[in-house]
């Protein structure tokens, strides 16, 4: 059985830095995209970013590249994702996801587990 476990989250002002990390088991981790993304209040889940299952390729919404970046280490069978200059929009629950595909996507129903999610709130 998959789980994935993120933490790392919490309160945070505007301008800060958080990193996030997901720890993976009941696979393959190193076969596999990852992604990782959040739900605001009273608004749909949306993506944030993606890494493919090497660490090569990674892909990121327009509104935090720049300031964040995703990374992942396959020998601790964990994803990160760094986050820096944070604003009060970045506000959410972030959730991080696995693929059954070695590529990234930045849909959210090609994703078949998923995390309990973290809460990431900024002040202003």
């Known amino acids: 059985q998959v789980q994935l476990v993120e933490s790392g989250g919490g309160l945070v002002q505007a301008g800060g830095s958080l990193r996030l990390s997901c720890a993976a088991s009941g696979r393959t981790f190193s076969r596999y995209a990852m992604g990782w993304f959040r739900q605001a209040p009273g608004k749909e889940r949306e993506f944030v970013t993606t890494i493919n299952w090497s660490g090569s390729t990674t892909d990121y919404t327009d509104s935090v590249k720049g300031r964040f970046t995703i990374s992942r280490d396959n020998a601790k069978n964990t994803l990160y994702l760094q986050m820096n200059s944070l604003k009060p929009e970045d506000t959410a629950v972030y959730y991080c996801?696995?693929?059954?595909?070695?590529?990234?996507?930045?849909?959210?129903?090609?994703?078949?587990?998923w995390g309990q999610g973290t809460q990431v709130t900024v002040s202003s």
């Open positions: 996801a696995t693929r059954t595909y070695s590529s990234g996507s930045s849909s959210p129903h090609e994703y078949k587990y």
